[in-house]
């Protein structure tokens, strides 16, 4: 088939992507309008506590009882449900995510949450556009128009800037700056865990200069935090192990192995290493170069040692790169976001989570065929 020759639009396409478009806007402007009290059961607290102590007292940044009375002073009396943590919302990020917090801590609870929001955001749909052009702005935002941006507003999470850090390093990459993409990559570590497929990737295929400037890029990140909190780099791994099966469902692969009984270590190990060496089988039979980088991806997601719906956000940017962002993976996506994010049994989670990410794997691939799907935002209708 000639990809040139592209079918007309049917009568509902404009219309379609005039919805997609609206509905981001709703979305974005329902998570910024909220009051303090939704933006306190969010995931902003834990970081503004990140951001306070590690610009007041950095060497308690990570200890449990300092975090503990940083958060009576952000939300008060009221207390978080998280099994073992005595009603504490514990501070997990790594150390160098605590200096990136400390200018929004200092503007409060509801002003420096909603900066917060909305920096994310601006940065997720910057990531977009880096891979799917600057003048095709309504792709990126319908892209995102769903449920896995909710959560993110929702939760005030981190994954913007992973997404902004993935598109700038594609568009480097392409463009044959080596060096520069390893060092956008650098904006990845804001959650290190969801890009191992990222790293298996490109050690399989001895892109050296890329991991050259991601390692210079994760350096110059230490370095600051040597300066400003040294004490804490120490005590974020253990930190970040110890809320394995309390923080929400786990819905990767060594989650999955966790749920059906096989001890924390083990199921770690295994499932990590099982889902990278999968990942880089898969991804040395994509059909093209962007599809291969797409599912590197979606397998950092499966190999993640902790994977939230509210990380999911991350696959609408592997549909885009892969230009499979169309509205029949997309709803998937959207519907299976919506089923994981609530409290549904760890087993039936971690199972639909390593079905969704395993299903987009074999899509973005070619495995299963890459179906013509309704173009809203895809190849079709002059899109890339």
Not at 327 to 335: G, N, T
């Amino acid at each position: 088939m000639d990809r040139s020759a592209r079918p007309e639009a049917p009568p509902w396409w404009g219309f379609g992507q005039a919805l997609l478009v609206a509905s981001f806007v709703v979305m974005v402007g329902l998570g910024l309008l909220r009051g303090d009290r939704q933006l306190k059961n969010s995931d902003w607290p834990s970081f503004m506590v990140a951001g306070r102590l590690v610009a007041a007292q950095p060497n308690q940044l990570y200890d449990r009882e300092a975090e503990r009375r940083e958060q009576r002073l952000i939300v008060g009396p009221g207390s978080y449900d998280l099994a073992g943590y005595g009603g504490l919302l514990p501070v997990v990020a790594p150390p160098w995510v605590a200096l990136y917090a400390v200018p929004f801590a200092a503007l409060g609870i509801g002003a420096g949450g909603r900066i917060w929001i909305l920096v994310q955001v601006l940065a997720l749909v910057a990531g977009l556009l880096l891979v799917s052009g600057g003048r095709e702005l309504v792709r990126a935002l319908a892209a995102v128009a769903g449920v896995p941006l909710v959560l993110l507003v929702g939760n005030a999470q981190l994954d913007g800037i992973l997404v902004l850090g993935l598109g700038l390093a594609w568009r480097l990459y392409s463009n044959e700056r080596m060096v520069w993409a390893g060092v956008a990559l650098g904006l990845t570590l804001v959650k290190p865990h969801l890009v191992l497929g990222v790293a298996a990737g490109l050690i399989a295929a001895r892109c050296w200069r890329v991991l050259l400037g991601w390692s210079l890029g994760g350096l110059a990140l230490l370095a600051a935090t040597l300066v400003w909190a040294p004490g804490a780099l120490g005590a974020w791994p253990s930190a970040a192990l110890a809320t394995a099966g309390h923080n929400g469902n786990d819905l990767s692969l060594p989650g999955l192995l966790y749920v059906a009984g096989l001890a924390p270590l083990p199921a770690l190990l295994v499932g990590t290493l099982a889902a990278l060496g999968l990942t880089i089988l898969i991804a040395s039979r994509a059909p093209d170069r962007a599809a291969a980088a797409a599912v590197l991806v979606l397998g950092g997601l499966l190999a993640a040692p902790h994977l939230l719906a509210t990380d999911l956000v991350v696959a609408c940017f592997a549909l885009v790169l892969s230009s499979m962002a169309a509205v029949v993976p997309l709803l998937v996506l959207s519907i299976a976001s919506l089923v994981l994010a609530v409290r549904i049994p760890a087993a039936a989670a971690a199972c639909g989570g390593c079905l969704l990410v395993a299903g987009l794997l074999a899509g973005v691939a070619g495995i299963a065929g890459r179906p013509w799907a309704l173009g809203i935002i895809g190849r079709e209708f002059g899109s890339r």
